[in-house]
């Protein structure tokens, strides 16, 4: 076993047992913020597909948590006011169930992914960070308009959604949903990037001559990976905005779509848990340098410098050594 | 038609006031291989580019297997036959030989959209791709990272992964290029056993391995295709000599 | 569930003659923009706490960097973790529709130092929950009846596009009678208004009435006072508050703004809370710091009649409000909201420091425009 | 809508485009020689800012609140080319983007240590207040005219700097090829960082000079940090040129599709409506326009690269 695997190992352990613990010595506010990280390092987790994967600098993934978070926000919204969402052609109501939210929030991130990916993987480095960061702008700025909406103040949802067999007002069981849909990810993840498509895609970041040269279209195969990031990153907005029974605009601002990229590079890029790893130690940081100073953003910011610049990698790189994707 | 595998039809680009490319009209026939030889600046890229796909020439067309292929991109092209080497080692060079040389077998046969299933469980890919390595004498090798690779190595790698996609024609682009005088034999030797697998157009420096090899060399200088024949008539050619070597005819 | 124990138990002990203690929990705004008010917040409250020095009320005080995501965590943290059976502090309405219905519906008490949407007045409003501030419309209701009194007929409107904005204007002119020589929504966030200026000047208008809030309002009022138009300008006090005038400086001077509460408010409690603050904290009030020591003291008067354990009881003391407000004269409307004068104030130069004295009353105990829609 | 209204609203337009250009070009210059992305310019725009306020506070003078600005702006600059940036230059975008994201969390809560959360006071000048009436008796403020006419010239300065002198000569070269100029015996670490500091330099003097007519408030560098990128996303990164003319294209599409748009949509609907729904689509309006440039030109509408 290499130490990558053990940290990962200890990593996935300690999101069990540090919620145990926090049951057993009823100290909800602990399992609050570990369902917390457990989603924010799914939105990254998504991003780390597109970005560690397939090299897409994406400094507009907040649009698919935005979008994620507004499912959730407007089928929870006609459904608490007993208002159907519209009634031509077709009547269709609100909804608490959130199988149905996670379906909307998939299914209409995807779009939203492959219409800005087909428009934005047209350029390529700088480019691409600026454009991907002008959509989220537009979404931004749209959200903040929606008056239907709620604009800028966004949407109060005052009871959490429902998922069959739970009761997600306790918040370990809530925990549990989430933890689930990131190992899910996490699996997946894990088989993609051994998978055919993993491969070229990995490739195609590489060496994209390469990949065109034996016959594969590497804008294709990047447009699928953004797509893929996209919902990934959608439906780690839906289950925030459960946790928060809120959603707002800001979380379609371009400094949520710097913190995701932050998760990812601080956990290290590309690697498997890289995500989990950034996600912990960011809400961790924010809890305890937030409880220590009003300035913790000074020391935040020091701390994302040192990873940069001396710890190439990330915490995994740091913890687990150079590069072990390969058996 | 069947006679030429890949051909070129008065191809013409210019970038700028730079004709780099001049009404070029070259084919490849079955079991042959053909060189494209000249000096620095000639337009040989450019020429490459063109038939592979990365470029698209101002006018003229290229066919392979006697399709017009010039509106096709070069992953079409390549799915259509076309295998190609590069000049500087385009290789994934954080990823192993192995997973190298199944790249070129899943574009090849299409498998690159499975998300889930393992890329080097697949039986059908693997065995291509370890066919392939074999033949360029990298099997004892596949385990081992790209980056990890001698040079030499390194170019058996760009040919093998070539050979995956079992193509109807090969274009090579300087194979030789940085090979010591051992590994140019050795390649040579191989590359005049591929041509009856299929036809080779090759872009090469080395004029020793050339003059081996090549059943028909073009000479290119400023874009223009100023001679094409065999070794011998190439050798004699007084525009060639006045081109390489600055005599007067 | 829990909550409901937890009363019982408190209740038993209430009865045995201790009142249980009382733990408030302040989420407010100390870091990133518009730390200012949350600062100034924190320190009225904190003020009328000490003040009272009390050690049967335990304050917890969290910063929610103006982040909706961060608010509903630290209140979650606070009834979750800290156990606190009152809440307060939050700035932004848009912080507070996060955070309070969903605190409320637990069982908390929720006291507004400031935020006070028409949401939570009308049909969301809840016993648990009491705006100490004012209801959001206040001020531009106040600044609309001002320009009718002052006898504009052709007013120019503007605010930023998003909810409070829109609020604004539709309170202004609730109590604006003349006519409107243009009404623009402007960009959130944006700090150049020439377009905007410029647009006034072709208007035609005779008076100009803007809600930009923070940073926004510096902006408009510096580029307005050096556009040349020189046409009345309202505005409700937000853009006109202690913090900011230094920044605006000369170029609002003369200006008239709307608000519940000034410095010079003669009362004998202002007196008093202006003076303590300005010894404390080296500087003068701004009507965030008024708001949190009125709702400090609002809190403790209440805790000397009720067992907060005991909902309807702890309500009905928060009700009476009975305490001295720095506001004068404070009574609450049927929606909790309060029921107050709401005054006119002119910017002046006192010596060095910009600041604003009152200079008439645009509505006198007025309420708001949601009581009936509350259905209590 | 009057003409008088037009004339008026295209200076406003062309006044925001000019103080765009200012911070668009550092940014430009420094992608075009380092190939660095740099997020933290516009934490250099606040750091012109505060310095000026804080001089201006003491000194009461205008002349050295802008000469502090520069200067301030410049070291600031200097002093994070040479402690950060300088390890970025081989990095990927994603580390710059990191590392410089990171820069602008430390100004921000650095400089609210410093100056505390209010924001501070800058005004303009006393001969420059007041407005002027322009031949059409339009009435308009000197000081934007003052502002278009610093853009301006800075603009020409900086046109000068690059095309006809020596250190312009070795800024171009060092944009086609580094490791050439490093060869011919030019300080390449010097330049860098002499470059960094003249971006730095404009961003600051931006700040100052468009703080006296805005707030001075931490925070305030990202808003236009924002729409620089937008610039010379759309001008081609790396393009003095683009820069410049990106920037009055995103200057007055800001301005005028702001105010004639929902004008224009009161045709059509009812006045509340139009009001609201220009004004959301005018919010958004740049970001259009840079998304249809790219879609129809990937590098912008003066890049090099393809």
């Known amino acids: 076993m290499s130490r990558e695997t053990l940290f990962n190992a200890a990593l996935l352990l300690g999101l069990i047992a540090v919620p145990a613990w926090a049951v057993m010595m009823d100290e909800p506010f602990t399992i609050t913020l570990a369902t917390r990280a457990v989603i924010l390092a799914l939105a990254a987790a998504g991003l780390n597909i597109a970005l560690g994967i397939g090299g897409l600098v994406s400094l507009g993934h907040a649009v698919f948590f935005g979008i994620g978070g507004y499912a959730m926000g407007i089928l929870a919204h006609h459904a608490q006011s007993y208002t159907p969402l519209m009634e031509w052609p077709f009547l269709i109501e609100g909804t608490k169930f959130m199988p149905v939210i996670w379906l909307l929030a998939v299914v209409v991130s995807a779009v939203a992914a492959f219409l800005i990916g087909l428009m934005s993987l047209r350029t390529t480095g700088a480019y691409f960070i600026m454009i991907t960061l002008a959509f989220g702008q537009m979404f931004y700025y749209f959200a903040i308009s929606w008056s239907t909406y709620g604009g800028e103040d966004g949407m109060s949802i005052y009871i959490r959604n429902d998922f069959p067999g739970l009761n997600t007002l306790v918040p370990i069981q809530f925990y549990g949903l989430c933890l689930a849909i990131l190992v899910v990810v996490l699996i997946f993840t894990a088989r993609l990037r051994r998978s055919p498509f993993g491969l070229a895609l990995n490739a195609a970041r590489q060496v994209p001559a390469r990949v065109e040269a034996v016959g594969m279209d590497p804008m294709r195969l990047k447009l699928v990976a953004f797509v893929i990031s996209g919902v990934i990153t959608g439906l780690a907005g839906a289950l925030f905005a459960d946790l928060n029974r809120f959603v707002s605009p800001t979380m379609f601002s371009w400094q949520f779509s710097g913190e995701i990229m932050i998760l990812v590079i601080l956990g290290g890029v590309g690697r498997l848990f890289g995500p989990v790893a950034g996600a912990v130690t960011f809400v961790a940081l924010e809890h305890f340098l937030g409880g220590i100073t009003e300035f913790w953003h000074i020391f935040l910011g020091l701390i994302l410098l040192a990873v940069v610049l001396f710890a190439r990698g990330g915490i995994t790189g740091l913890v687990a050594g150079k590069e072990a994707t390969h058996d | 038609m069947t006679e030429t595998i890949l051909a070129t039809h008065g191809i013409t680009k210019s970038f700028g006031a730079l004709k780099a490319s001049n009404d070029i009209s070259i084919d490849l026939r079955p079991g042959e291989i053909h060189a494209i030889i000249g000096p620095n600046g000639a337009g040989k890229s450019t020429l490459i580019g063109q038939i592979c796909g990365s470029l698209a020439p101002d006018a003229g067309r290229v066919e392979l297997m006697g399709q017009d292929v010039t509106g096709l991109s070069t992953d079409q092209r390549a799915r259509a036959g076309l295998g190609r080497t590069f000049q500087i080692s385009a290789l994934a060079m954080e990823d192993t030989v192995l997973e190298n040389a199944i790249l070129g077998a899943m574009g090849a046969s299409g498998r690159s959209w499975r998300f889930w299933s393992a890329a080097l469980g697949d039986r059908s890919l693997r065995t291509r791709a370890e066919a392939a390595l074999e033949r360029v004498g990298l099997a004892e090798s596949m385990t081992k990272r790209c980056a990890d690779l001698s040079h030499g190595q390194r170019r058996q790698l760009e040919v093998a992964v070539a050979l995956t996609l079992a193509p109807k024609a090969f274009v090579m682009d300087e194979p030789m290029a940085g090979l010591g005088a051992e590994g140019s034999k050795n390649l040579t030797g191989f590359l005049d056993s591929l041509r009856q697998e299929a036809p080779i157009l090759l872009v090469e420096h080395d004029m020793d391995a050339v003059f081996a090899l090549a059943d028909r060399i073009s000479v290119l200088v400023y874009g223009e295709v100023i001679a094409t024949g065999s070794v011998d008539q190439i050798r004699s050619d007084p525009r060639v000599r006045e081109a390489y070597l600055g005599e007067s005819a | ?376 | 809508m009057s003409t008088i209204l037009i004339i008026e609203q295209v200076l406003n337009g062309l006044q925001s485009g000019v103080m765009l250009f200012l911070m668009a070009a550092g940014l430009t210059l420094i992608f075009g020689v380092m190939g660095l992305i740099n997020l933290a310019h516009g934490s250099l725009y606040m750091v012109g800012a505060f310095a000026a306020a804080a001089v201006a506070g003491v000194t009461g003078s205008f002349v050295l609140a802008l000469v502090a600005a520069l200067a301030a702006a410049a070291l600031a600059g200097a002093v994070i080319e040479v402690a950060v940036i300088r390890r970025l230059y081989d990095s990927d975008h994603l580390d710059q983007v990191l590392a410089t994201f990171a820069l602008i969390l430390i100004f921000s809560e650095g400089t609210r240590w410093v100056f505390g959360s209010f924001p501070l006071f800058l005004d303009i000048p006393d001969a420059l207040s007041g407005p002027v009436t322009l031949p059409g008796g339009i009435q308009y403020p000197l000081y934007r005219l003052a502002l278009i006419g610093v853009g301006l010239l800075v603009a020409f300065g900086l046109w000068l700097l690059i095309e006809r002198t020596r250190i312009g000569i070795q800024i171009r070269a060092g944009e086609n090829d580094r490791e050439m100029i490093a060869a011919l015996g030019v300080d390449i670490s010097k330049l860098y960082t002499l470059v960094f500091a003249l971006g730095a330099a404009l961003a600051g003097l931006a700040g100052a000079l468009v703080g006296a007519i805005q707030s001075v408030q931490v925070g305030m560098g990202e808003p236009v940090l924002i729409l620089a990128f937008v610039v010379i996303v759309i001008g081609g990164i790396g393009s003095i040129k683009g820069a410049f003319i990106g920037a009055l294209l995103v200057g007055l599409t800001d301005t005028l599709v702001g105010i004639f748009l929902p004008e224009v949509l009161k045709l059509f609907m009812d006045a509340a409506p139009a009001t609201s729904a220009g004004s959301s689509i005018a919010s958004m309006s740049i970001y259009i326009l840079m998304s249809l440039v790219l879609i129809w030109r990937p590098s912008g509408l003066f890049g090099a690269r393809a």
């Not at chain 3, 249980?20 to 518009?34: H, R």
């Open chain 3, 1 to 376: 569930m829990k909550k409901l124990m937890l009363a019982t138990a408190a209740a038993a002990l209430a009865a045995g003659g201790a009142m249980a203690d009382v733990k408030v929990g302040m989420i407010t705004t100390l870091s990133g923009g518009g730390a200012s008010l949350g600062i100034d917040t924190r320190d009225g409250f904190m003020l009328a706490m000490e003040d009272a020095n009390r050690d049967d009320v335990e304050v917890v005080i969290e910063d929610d960097q103006r982040k909706p995501d961060i608010a509903v965590q630290l209140a979650d943290k606070m009834i979750q973790s800290e156990k606190v059976d009152v809440l307060t502090g939050i700035v932004w309405s848009n912080l507070a529709m996060a955070v309070v219905p969903a605190a409320t519906a637990q069982g908390l008490f929720y006291l507004s130092t400031n935020a006070a949407p028409a949401q939570l007045a009308g049909k969301g409003c809840n016993s648990n929950y009491f705006s100490v501030s004012y209801q959001n419309d206040n001020l531009h209701e106040g600044a609309g009846a001002y320009a009718t009194q002052a006898g504009f007929k052709n007013t120019f409107i503007l605010a930023p596009n998003y909810p409070a904005g829109i609020d604004s204007l539709t309170g202004f002119k609730r109590f604006y009678e003349g006519e409107l020589a243009g009404e623009v929504y402007t960009k959130l966030g944006q700090t150049d208004y020439a377009a905007e200026i410029a647009q006034i000047r072709a208007s035609g208008a005779d008076s100009v009435f803007f809600f930009l809030p923070g940073g926004m309002g510096i902006s408009f009022l510096k580029q307005y006072a050096d556009s040349g138009v020189d046409l009345p300008v309202v505005g409700p006090a937000f853009s006109f508050d202690q913090g900011i005038l230094q920044a605006v400086g000369e170029a609002a001077v003369g200006v008239k703004n709307s608000s519940t509460w000034s410095k010079d408010l003669d009362n004998e409690a202002n007196a008093a809370f202006v003076a303590a603050f300005q010894q404390k904290y080296d500087r003068l009030p701004s009507i965030y710091a008024a708001q949190g020591y009125d709702t400090a003291n609002l809190l403790l008067s209440a805790i000397d009649k009720a067992d907060v354990n005991d909902d309807a009881a702890f309500a009905a003391a928060l009700k009476e409000a009975d305490f001295a407000s720095v506001r004068g004269e404070f009574s609450f409307a049927a929606n909790n909201h309060p029921i107050q004068n709401v005054y006119v104030r002119e910017v002046i130069k006192e010596g060095d420091v910009f600041t604003n004295k009152i200079v008439g009353t645009a509505l006198e105990d007025h309420a708001n425009a949601y009581v009936d829609a509350c259905k209590m």
